[in-house]
């Protein structure tokens, strides 16, 4: 039976069951086989869809989606989904690179360690179903070509740039500590578009680094290999391997290697369920005194140090030789310690003015300013997802164009969190920002967020969209992203009077048409 095509437009003068009878004539009559005409006549092939390439949907969600479908297209469906490049690949050809290439399985930092177990898992079950072939199919393996020199200021040849200033934007008393970081790239030529993310390679805190290797009672002047390198022990903690993250693998070996058979049993059973969110190598070794491994078997065993993307701030077009980013420096309490995160603070708080750090420039193929000069904006950044959108204003500022433009951006406490509000504020008295739409959640006894202000002004939010308005989003895949979605479907059916199912349409539309794009992590 020919399969229904729909060749009616969506928009056409029909009602929807009409329209779905006129898609079946026509298939019909027309033999559809995928191409006008049938398959013998030699229409294209059907280009492949990746349902689950949504960083909405739970792993297992993604995992049923992807079942059945070849071993490269499952370990893409444990990805985090967020293609952001940190693997320095994005989720389709990462998955591609451990299928074909070898590449290592823990590199998905959005991802984390649910990613790399199901990976493990994928993994063990190709290699199982397919052991019978598994040694020949290594000697017919071609030896891996060596990789040319990459371009200055990418992520194989990062550029040492330099740290101009990192300028805190909250008040006093903030439970936040937000940094405008501006990084200087010199006369290196290296450049960016309003969209990109700089990426940084962090150190470790060198005091988490010293109190390990105190712990493990070594100096850190060892000689251990790094990838095929002979670095000292040190070096290798605060600039190779990730002590913030012990991998299942780490555990393990510390197991293996604990001289009190207690101590050995627990940390069998931590393997097995894996460390505790916040629990790092350093809270392990000073619980585990007895599990003392060989310092190199530890070193082949802990994950990269990764790098880290942020959001750039700034518009080459005004700032072409300086990136300009917003950074929230992580800290909280973790197992009665404080817990700093590695790369913000590395970067806003511990690396001195005219530091060096490695950055490149991690491209973004669709999160752009739209070319169309006249076209409307609706930017939603709440946070340092505000971040992008500095550099969209810039942006169209150089740029002359006459788009209106409407932000919706939120924080804790307007007095405290209202960062960039000079800038916004200058902008909006200029014209640059037609609308500024603001939620402080915690400025009412009822919290509210960017997801409310937008339902609150959804006739507004509708005719904008109606005049052919590009909305952009930055920020929190798990949450806010979630949440201004279904406000957005909320706002697409109840303006524009349609069903559930129609709603999703006009959204997916608006994707397909690049009028919703998402930054988001």
């Known amino acids: 039976m020919p399969t229904q095509v729909n060749l009616i437009p969506e928009d056409a003068p029909f009602e929807e069951g009409q329209r779905e009878w006129l898609n079946g004539l026509i298939s019909a009559l027309a033999g559809w086989e995928g191409s006008l005409g049938g ?23 993604r995992m049923e989606l992807a079942e059945g479908k070849p071993h490269e297209r499952q370990l893409m469906a444990a990805m985090a989904q967020l293609d952001c490049g940190q693997c320095g690949y994005l989720c389709k050809t990462y998955a591609e690179a451990i299928a074909f290439d070898g590449e290592a399985l823990n590199r998905c930092v959005p991802g984390g360690k649910e990613t790399e177990r199901k990976l493990k898992e994928l993994e063990a079950e190709h290699e199982a179903a397919n052991a019978g072939g598994k040694e020949e199919a290594e000697e017919e393996k071609p030896k891996p070509k060596p990789k040319k020199t990459a371009p200055l200021g990418t992520r194989d040849n990062p550029l040492m740039a330099k740290l101009k200033s990192s300028t805190p934007l909250n008040a006093e008393g903030s439970s936040k500590d ?10 290196s030529a290296v450049e ?10 962090p150190e470790n805190d060198p005091r988490t680094v010293d109190a390990i290797l105190a712990d493990l009672d070594v100096s850190g002047g060892e000689t251990v290999q790094v990838d095929g390198e002979d670095l000292l022990l040190r070096q290798a903690l605060l600039k190779h391997r990730d002590v913030t993250k012990p991998s299942d693998e780490v555990i393990a070996l510390l197991a293996e290697h604990a001289a009190d058979a207690d101590e050995a049993e627990d940390l069998k059973m931590l393997a097995g369920r894996g460390a505790e969110e916040g629990q790092t190598l350093l809270e392990l070794v000073r619980v585990y005194p007895s599990a003392r491994p060989p310092v190199q078997a530890l070193v082949d065993e802990l994950g990269p140090l990764q790098p880290r993307l942020y959001s750039i701030a700034s518009s080459s077009k005004q700032y072409p030789n300086e ?17 700093k995160g590695v790369a913000s603070t590395f970067l806003a708080k511990r690396l001195s003015r005219h530091g060096e750090v490695p950055v490149y420039i991690q491209k973004s193929d669709e999160f752009r300013v739209n070319a169309d000069p006249d076209h409307p904006a609706i930017m939603i950044g709440p946070g340092t997802g505000i971040a992008p959108f500095i550099a ?11 788009g209106k433009n409407w932000l919706f951006f939120g924080n804790p406490e307007s007095a405290k969190d209202h960062i960039y509000r000079d800038q916004l504020e200058a ?3 200029e014209g640059l920002i037609s609308r500024l739409t ?46 201004v979605d279904a406000a957005l479907h909320r706002i697409v059916g109840e303006q524009g009077g349609m069903d559930e199912k129609a709603a999703a349409r006009y959204v997916a ?10 930054d988001v992590y």
């Open 39 to 61: 398959a013998e006549q030699g229409g294209g092939e059907e280009k492949e869809s990746f349902p689950w390439h949504d960083p909405a949907m739970e792993i297992d969600e």
């Open 178 to 187: 937000t940094r405008h970081v501006v990084v200087d790239l010199g006369d």
């Open 192 to 201: 960016y578009t309003a969209g990109d993310s700089m990426g940084i390679f």
């Open 323 to 339: 990136i300009h980013t917003t950074v929230a420096v992580v800290k909280t309490a973790v197992y009665g310690r404080g817990y």
């Open 392 to 402: 969209f204003l810039q942006e169209r500022e150089a740029l002359g164009h006459a």
């Open 427 to 429: 902008w909006r008295r």
């Open 438 to 483: 603001l939620a402080f959640s915690r400025d009412q006894e009822e919290k509210v967020y960017v997801q409310n202000r937008m339902l609150e002004q959804a006739r507004e939010f509708w005719a904008w969209l109606q005049a052919g308005a590009v909305i952009y989003i930055c920020g929190d895949a798990s949450r806010m992203a979630k949440d």
């Open 509 to 518: 539309k608006l994707s397909g048409n690049e009028r919703y794009l998402r």
